[in-house]
């Protein structure tokens, strides 16, 4: 099939020529995993927007993906921040809704001063995690509000952002506890295990420190209690065993890369990964600011993520303000759309293993390589078509006359590699690049091409309306796949 030829096809296709994969493979994919009782900051970010976008694309190319959201809601933080509850004459009676995750947030601070400095109440505390443990009462009774409350704040930024989470993909610490102690017996009866200062350790082979000594992961501590690295391996053994996945994928970032390394090593041995299984650790780097440090607030706290994409849509709406043919609810819905999408755009438009500067005034730019400028690219093709009038269909002979138009062609053809090159690394950045060069191409056909000008022939005009048409399909299918929406209008 010619250039030309497949341009016209594309117009009929919604998946523009990307194939189907013939053996469908099923995902566990963990991301975001906030903590409960604090408040998202804006170190959830990166997990839950690439996150997200990965599972989007792993759908799309036809796998299942079972995203599971690992938060941290278990163990000796619990303990401390109930006991000080306790202490605050705080025991369940009122409305758990009238302590915001705000007020959690500074219970836990207080409980962690309070943990640090007083030894009597660090000894309460762990004794409050046995009783935690035990399934007693009370204990479980302020627990279960901790976590009714961080979930109704957890799923308020979901929504927030576009990300797709429910309450129905958490799949906390304390969900795995109950396979702990299996998971151990069974490491243990492989002759998996020894016994290392009184704890009981697996030691991957091939992992040592710089003195050249085994590295281990503490699967029991020396006073019974479980160490961190079981949850994570009975982890590995709930979703390929219990839950038939093939793959697993951990939205991670990067600093954890050694310990997801001796995770899955210690799960193959086990025989939890078999031969076909695949275990991959996406990681990434760090959002920074203009010195290249993690970016803070200036009182020097960790930046709320509320507040980050609550000015993301603010500094939008300050944009979209100009836009008068807009009334105001619609105003309203393309500032989050730009606001939201410049957030997520300069995120995944970065190799997510490298750091990158957080920088408002460039993510939200009109022009260069921003969530914006695709938007607008976009918008102003569905201009150009609602001027058009009828869209010519699949049929239209398209004819290539200039370089421009033979040079957008090869882009959009491109679609099919990019998705491809895009799920083989995990690498959301190259469909931003994707995108990037699509609207670039555009921009450059539309200059030397004319459309609707009197002068362009009849049949050069339906040839171009249906280049017009197929360029805002891979513009706003590729944004979607990345979590990004496309106003009609901006």
Not at 79 to 93: F, K, V
Not at 94 to 102: G, L, Q
Not at 305 to 333: C, Q
Not at 485 to 490: D, G, T, V, Y
């Amino acid at each position: 099939m010619s250039g030309w030829q497949a341009a016209a096809a594309l117009l009929g296709d919604t998946r523009l020529g990307a194939p189907v994969a013939e053996r469908p493979r099923r995902f566990a994919l963990d991301y975001s995993s906030p903590n409960v009782a604090k408040e998202m900051h804006v170190g959830h970010l990166r997990s839950s927007i690439i996150g997200d976008a990965i599972g989007g694309l792993l759908r799309f190319a036809g796998h299942e993906v079972v995203p599971h959201n690992h938060l941290g809601d278990w163990g000796t933080p619990f303990g401390m921040l109930i006991e000080h509850l306790i202490d605050e004459g705080w025991a369940g009676a009122r409305d758990p809704a009238r302590h915001t995750i705000t007020d959690l947030n500074n219970f836990y601070q207080a409980a962690r001063q309070k943990f640090d400095a007083d030894e009597a109440f660090a000894g309460r505390a762990r004794r409050r995690v046995v009783l935690l443990q035990g399934a007693d009462e009370r204990a479980l009774g302020l627990w279960h509000e901790l976590v009714a409350e961080s979930t109704r704040h957890f799923e308020a930024v979901y929504d927030l952002l576009g990300i797709e989470l429910t309450g129905e993909d958490i799949y906390g610490e304390s969900f795995y506890n109950p396979f702990l102690g299996d998971a151990v017996d069974e490491l243990e009866a492989k002759g998996l295990t020894e016994v290392s200062d009184g704890a009981v350790c697996v030691f991957p082979p091939g992992f040592t420190n710089r003195e050249g000594d085994r590295l281990p992961l503490i699967v029991r501590k020396r006073d019974g209690g479980y160490g961190y690295a079981v949850t994570d391996l009975a982890t590995v053994r709930y979703w390929t065993r219990e839950r038939g996945c093939t793959d697993l994928l951990y939205a991670v970032g990067a600093p954890q890369a050694q310990h997801f390394a001796m995770i899955f090593e210690a799960s193959r041995h086990a025989g939890w990964l078999g031969e076909d299984d695949s275990a991959v650790h996406i990681g990434f780097g760090s959002i920074v600011g203009a010195d290249g440090k993690t970016i803070r607030t200036r009182a020097g706290g960790s930046v709320k993520l509320a507040e980050l994409l609550t000015e993301a849509i603010d500094r939008a709406a300050a944009i979209v303000a100009e836009r008068t043919e807009l009334d105001a609810a619609e105003r309203a819905e393309v500032a989050r759309a730009v606001g939201i999408g410049a957030v997520k755009y300069a995120d995944l438009r970065n190799d997510r293993e490298k750091d990158y500067v957080f920088d408002w005034d460039r993510m939200l730019a009109m022009d260069g390589n921003t969530a914006v400028y695709l938007q607008y690219a976009n918008a102003r093709i569905l201009s150009i078509l609602r001027k058009a009038g009828e869209v010519p269909g699949e049929g239209t002979h398209v004819v290539l006359r200039e370089p421009t138009e033979r040079a957008l062609v090869l882009q959009l053809l491109r679609w099919p590699a990019a998705v491809r090159a895009v799920i083989e690394g995990y690498a959301p950045h190259k469909l931003c690049t994707y995108l990037y060069d699509t609207a670039t191409a555009f921009s450059a056909f539309y200059e030397n091409c004319p459309i609707l000008a009197a002068s362009t022939p009849a049949e050069i005009r339906s040839s171009r309306l249906v280049l017009a048409q197929v360029t805002s399909n891979s513009l706003t299918l590729g944004m979607s796949l990345l979590g990004i929406r496309a106003p009609q209008r901006l």
